[in-house]
Each structure stands twice: as C-alpha cells, then as structure tokens.
C-alpha cells in the first residue's frame, strides 16, 4: 500500500476500514542468502539498501524483541552533521543529505524537521575551536555559521547570557541539521524493506553462530537454526555479547544513557540547543513537550534504565543554561544501552571470520547516522569492500593507532 494524501482522505471517509499491516509477520526460512542481527534502525536501513541499491533478495532481519525497542526508538531524536575530522565529517553529510529525501525515498513521514542546532559557546578559545569545527563542515560540503551573542539573544531570548559562570558568547549553528521521529524511522525501512521482500522476523534472538573452519554459515536462533552465506551484526548495545557469541572480542563497554521529556509546553525552543560548557542537549518534539539528555551514567551496565546523580546532574546542566525549565514538570525518562567504542567512533567491518560481519560502536551519535550506516554497511556486504565515506571506520585502526578521537579523550568511552 502507498501512503497519500488521498489515501488518507479515502480511508477516512471509509472509517478506515482498508489500512494493512505495515509489514508482514513471516515464518522464518531456513535458509537466506543474507542475515542480519538486530532489527534497529541500522539493521532495518542495511537490509532496505541491500535490497533497492543492490537488488539482492533473499535477506532476513532478526530481532530478538520488536521494531523500535531498542536504542532507535529511546533516543533524543538529533539528526547533524556537523564534525571535525576527515573520517567523520562526510560520513556525517552522507547521512545528512540521505535523512533530506528519506520520507520520499521510503513513502513514510519520519518527521524529519530541519530546525537547526545551535552549539553555544562560552568562552573565546571555545569559539575559535568551534570556528575551526565550521569551517571543517563547509569544507566538507556542510553548512556552518559562527554567530556572536546578539544574533543568539535573538534566536533564543529565554536563554541564560550573563550567567557569571558560563556566560554565552555566541554559537555555531548548522541550519540542516535537526530532529526526526526515532521510532519512525525504524518502521519507516522495516515498511520498505518489507515491500522489496526482506523478511522481518521478531522475537527471534540470536543465540549462536555456526562457524566451520573459520566461515559462519548460519545462526543457532531461539526459533531454530538459520543458514546463510553472509551474516551481519549491527546489535548497538548488545555489541560485545552478541560478538562473544563468535569468540570476537571488541573495542567497545556498554553503559547506560538517559533521556528525559517534560509535560507539553507552547512551542517555545526553536531547534536543538546544546550547553558547551557542560554535556546537555534540549528540543521540544512536535508535541511539545522538552525532549534533553546529558551524560552517560558512567558506569558499564546492559540495563535500560539508569540513576537518579545523573537525573540531577543533567537537571542542574538544563538550569545553568535556561533557568526557565526549572518551571517544567517532567513526566518521563528512560535509559538505553550505548556501544561506547574506545574513541568514539563507530565500526563498521569485516571480521577476522569469513562472512561474518560487524556494525556497532555507535556511542550516542547513532541515530543521526542511521541512513549512511545502513548504506555503507549494505555496500560493504554486497561488495567486500568498504565504502569509501566508511573507510575509516575499519576495526584496525585500535591496532594502527589510526583512532578517530573527535572529542579528544582518548582511549575514555565514558569520556567520550
Ligand atoms: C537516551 C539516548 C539518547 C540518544 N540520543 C541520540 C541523538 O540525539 N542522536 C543520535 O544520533 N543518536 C542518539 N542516540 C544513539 C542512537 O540511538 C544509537 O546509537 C542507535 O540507535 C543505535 O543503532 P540501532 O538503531 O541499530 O540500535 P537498536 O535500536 O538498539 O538496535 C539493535 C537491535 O538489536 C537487537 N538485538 C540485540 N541482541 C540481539 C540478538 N542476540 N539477536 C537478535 N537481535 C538482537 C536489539 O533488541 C535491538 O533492537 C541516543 C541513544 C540513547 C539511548
């Protein structure tokens, strides 16, 4: 079924009788020619691009709960490109101009909104850093605009300037950039991916890997064996125990993240805004209540949900910046598990293992990568050979000591 306008007006004139399932709800095979684990946004956007870029056929997505249980459909919805070093930067822009056309690509409205974000400044050795951050961005193809206080105070009067401590100098705005619906996104690829005939299959966890003289042939699975010629991981935060199934040990600890929404406001926050002298990001969804997050709770854990220092900490960030949210009540929080990779940045790989392959190490800047992910990932499947936006992102650079460290923290994931 393609979702329209006139469909809409149809079926509402209907009692909208005629609406079919999104995607199928298929017995698993016993035999596909790819596998892919985990059925987040990076699996369901892998499996789509296989099937329409590469028109392979035959693909099935494992999930071991549902669509849109995992990080896709936990985290703060921020889509942006707007990177530092080469081997980030036109990964980031490949998502970026990927996430401009999604919703006509796949027939669905992930409420991609391009309201901008602005990352404030405090200090001037800070605004040079973030000068030299824009012009990187541009060089890249990105958009990027230094603004000083004033045009700040006029972007988002409600702001803290004078704030003793962090006073606001300005920020570094990337127009492009914005929000989309998470879980939207995860039902957006998994429709498509259905209609060119991949097979979603839930409730169906990987417990195993069939490896015969170093070649994974299949997956043992809670709903039985599945052969195939190629098996791809990309589980986010279950990466290292999913990977430990096949005696692959990685550069990457899992630990809790935390996002928080407040009761519905008038809108009142024009894009995304993050504090630069602490880690706090804050939008208002369509809805319009505040969506924010912080810091990692800085401790390994494979629990979805985390505690209450970091609830007061992220609170005291919000406070510093905007002391006007002290007066929202916030109705709900939540925590997801992050592949937090040793310098921040994702892999996305062969294995040691023939015809295993691996995408994880995300930390919390997954969900904006979801379409150049699952577009990189697809052509190093289909082609062996990685794609050259993704090249970077190889397993050995932890080896080569060629680490992608954009935050500069070194080898620290609860740093980063
Ligand atoms: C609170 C929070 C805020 C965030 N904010 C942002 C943000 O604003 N911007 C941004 O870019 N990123 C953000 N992120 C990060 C982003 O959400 C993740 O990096 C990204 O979603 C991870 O990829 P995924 O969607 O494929 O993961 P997931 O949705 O977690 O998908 C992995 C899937 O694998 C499945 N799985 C695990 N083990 C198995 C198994 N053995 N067999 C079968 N299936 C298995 C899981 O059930 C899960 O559904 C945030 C994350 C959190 C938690």
């Not at 995992?70 to 101009?97: A, D």
């Not at 392959?357 to 990568?369: H, I, L, P, Q, R």
Request: glycine share 14%; proline share 4%.
């Amino acid at each position: 079924m393609r979702y329209s306008a006139a469909k809409i007006f149809w079926q509402g004139l209907t009692g909208n009788r005629g609406w079919t399932p999104a995607w199928r709800d298929p017995e698993p095979q016993r035999e596909y020619d790819i596998v892919i684990v985990g059925g987040g946004g990076h699996g369901l956007a892998t499996a789509y691009y296989l099937a329409k870029k590469y028109g392979l056929r035959k693909i099935a997505v494992l999930e071991k709960g549902w669509i849109g249980g995992g990080n896709v459909g936990r985290n703060t919805t921020i889509i942006r490109s707007n990177y530092l070093l080469p081997g980030n930067e036109p990964f980031y822009e490949l998502s970026m101009k990927l996430w401009e056309g999604l919703e006509q690509e796949l027939n669905f409205n992930t409420m991609v909104s391009q309201r901008g974000i602005v990352n404030l400044y405090h200090t001037d050795s800070q605004r040079d850093s973030y000068a030299r951050r824009g012009n990187a961005m541009r060089l890249a193809g990105a958009d990027a605009v230094l603004l000083g206080q004033s045009e700040i105070r006029q972007l988002c009067p409600f702001l803290d300037f004078d704030n003793a401590r962090f006073p606001i100098k300005g920020g570094l705005l990337q127009k492009r950039a914005g929000t989309a619906r998470h879980d939207g996104v995860a039902w957006g690829y998994a429709r498509a991916a259905d209609q060119l005939g991949v097979d979603i299959i839930q409730n169906c966890e990987v417990e195993g890997f069939q490896i015969e003289n170093g070649v994974c042939r299949g997956v043992d699975t809670a709903r039985g064996p599945i052969r195939a010629r190629k098996i791809a991981v990309c589980v986010a935060g279950s990466s290292s125990r999913v990977m430990q199934l096949a005696g692959l040990r990685l550069p990457i600890e899992s630990h809790v993240l935390q996002a928080f929404v407040t009761e519905g406001l008038k809108p009142l926050i024009p894009g995304v805004i993050t504090f630069g002298a602490g880690h706090f990001y804050i939008s208002q969804s369509d809805k319009g209540g505040l969506v924010f997050g912080g810091d990692l709770d800085g401790y390994n854990s494979y629990a979805q949900r985390g505690n209450l220092a970091v609830v007061e900490d992220v609170c005291e960030s919000g406070m510093a910046v905007m002391p006007m949210i002290g007066r929202a009540r916030m109705l709900r929080s939540w925590g997801g598990v992050m592949d937090m990779s040793m310098d921040g940045s994702p892999i996305i790989d062969k294995t040691p293992i023939e015809g295993l392959f691996f995408n994880g190490g995300w930390c919390y800047s997954g969900f904006k990568a979801t379409p150049a992910s699952g577009l990189c990932y697809a052509h190093l499947i289909a082609s062996g050979e990685s794609h050259p936006t993704a090249a970077a992102y190889r397993l050995d650079r932890y080896r080569r000591g060629a680490l992608i460290d954009e935050v500069g923290t070194g080898a620290q994931p609860n740093l980063h």
